[in-house]
């Protein structure tokens, strides 16, 4: 063991098993901080099969040169995406991207450690056997692992989706192709300017120009993550801004229709005091239809008044029931903008859910809004059918277009999180419940 040890390091050749180690390992730490990673027990035995089938074929493949190097990396590559297509939900270039990071990942973690401890043996006296051979893996693995682990926690915690189409994909492809390609050319040619065949100058090479290439990607991630951001963030400003003029708007109009509704309604009383008794049930059905136009909220609060007059006309349009106990004055710390944007979102969301229901008596809203202790507690629940997914307690959208859709939610967690607040939601027993505690300041 001892002899094929000392001929693979002195050739360069870092073994296969090695390698597949810290691609399969790089592959779970993506898939562990991944939303869309399946659940359960089921992915287990294909995930184990594959990882098996990885080792056993580096194992094997260890050594080979020239266009087998290309046709055996090619392989490995695609056993890789493999475990991510078996293990993550989404569509093909959102795998092939993590199954890209996660190949570099693994490729650069190999070379490190087998570089390191080249060194060791040819300079520091290490020995040559498998213990030691171990030991240095499981410490370099676990020195990266945890530098990347701080790194991707903080984007884990983002609830939010990246988006991966075409043109991200191939970004990530091109980098990986043109990076591994020069850093493993001294495995495919000899003789050239570009290639060495001293060990250390290889391992060297490689291990540069792959943590270059696991730097260029994590910033790639890093550079998306922030335009989604920065385009949410103008979104979300947009948002406020046409939700406050509607609001405006809304109010113009309500006290318009008041003032109708009031001239209406002593107009028709007029005409029923001198009307026969068959006109009067007439009028009197006229009065019960015009009658839910009249302004029914008197919270303490003039802009939620409006937005819950306005969302009560909704539901009465779709067949819904809307119910509400509501103390507005509690709500005067509140930019006027930000009660506009905070209630029409929740309501218009609950309305969503709830006229998706088939049977119209089960179609139900409710609304609560008062005080407990030193906080503000917004409650709306409604009916809803279907199945809800779930990140960091919130929901996510269940629109195809994750790009232009969710907004909601993360307005009003931007607007709860603004007065030091939180948001909260949960689904059970066929009722979607959101809850928002606000530190009050009145």
């Known amino acids: 063991m001892d002899i094929k040890f000392r001929l693979i390091s002195e050739l360069g050749n870092t073994p296969g098993a090695w390698y597949a180690v810290g691609y399969f390992f790089s592959a779970l730490f993506f898939l562990h901080f991944n939303h869309n990673t399946k659940k359960g027990l089921r992915k287990w035995p294909a995930l184990i099969a594959l990882g098996i089938f990885l080792l056993a074929f580096m194992h094997l493949t260890t050594g080979c040169y020239g266009l087998y190097f290309v046709l055996v990396m090619t392989i490995v590559g695609l056993t890789i995406f493999m475990i991510f297509h078996h293990c993550l939900e989404g569509d093909f270039c959102k795998k092939a991207y993590y199954s890209v990071r996660s190949f570099m990942l693994g490729e650069f973690m190999a070379s490190l450690g087998w570089q390191i401890y080249y060194f060791g043996v040819k300079n520091r006296g290490v020995k040559f056997d498998l213990l030691h051979m171990c030991i240095s893996m499981i410490t370099v693995y676990v020195i990266v692992f945890g530098i990347g682990i ?94 406050y003029s509607q609001y405006q708007i809304q109010e113009e109009n309500m006290a318009l229709v008041n003032q109708k509704y009031h001239d209406l309604k002593h107009q028709i009383l007029a005409l029923k005091a001198g009307s026969s008794e068959e006109n009067q049930e007439y009028l009197d059905q006229m009065l019960d239809e015009i009658r839910h136009y009249e302004t029914s909220y008197q919270t303490g609060n003039k802009v939620l008044d409006t937005i819950l007059t306005s969302e009560a006309m909704k539901c009465q349009a779709r067949g819904i029931e809307l119910t509400c106990v509501a103390d507005g004055s509690i709500l005067s710390f509140m930019n006027p903008m930000d009660v506009s944007s905070l209630f029409g979102n929740a309501l218009d969301n609950a309305i969503e859910g709830a006229e998706k229901i088939p049977d119209k008596n089960e179609r139900l809203i409710h609304l609560t809004v008062d005080k407990q202790k030193s906080f503000v507690r917004i409650f709306v629940e409604n009916r809803y059918i279907g199945k809800i997914r779930f990140r960091h307690n919130l929901p996510l959208t269940s629109k195809a277009d994750t790009n232009f859709h969710g907004f909601g939610i993360k307005s009003m967690k931007s607007i709860a999180e603004k007065y030091g607040g939180s948001i909260v939601a949960v689904a059970e027993d066929g009722w979607f419940k959101l809850s928002i505690l606000i530190p009050s300041q009145n």
């Not at 290639?195 to 550079?223: C, G, K, P, W």
Request: hydrophobic fraction near 50%; glycine fraction near 2%.
């Open 150 to 243: 701080l790194l991707e926690k903080r984007n884990a915690t983002r609830n939010r989706e990246l988006i991966i189409g075409k043109r991200e994909l191939i970004m990530v492809v091109i980098v990986m192709l043109i990076l591994y390609s020069i850093s493993n050319l001294s495995y495919v040619v000899v003789g050239t300017p570009f290639t060495t065949q001293n060990t250390l100058e290889l391992f060297m090479i490689r291990t540069v120009i792959d943590f270059m290439a696991v730097s260029l990607l994590y910033l790639y991630h890093e550079l998306m993550l922030q335009t989604v951001e920065r385009i949410e963030a103008e979104t979300l400003k947009s948002m406020y801004e046409m939700q």
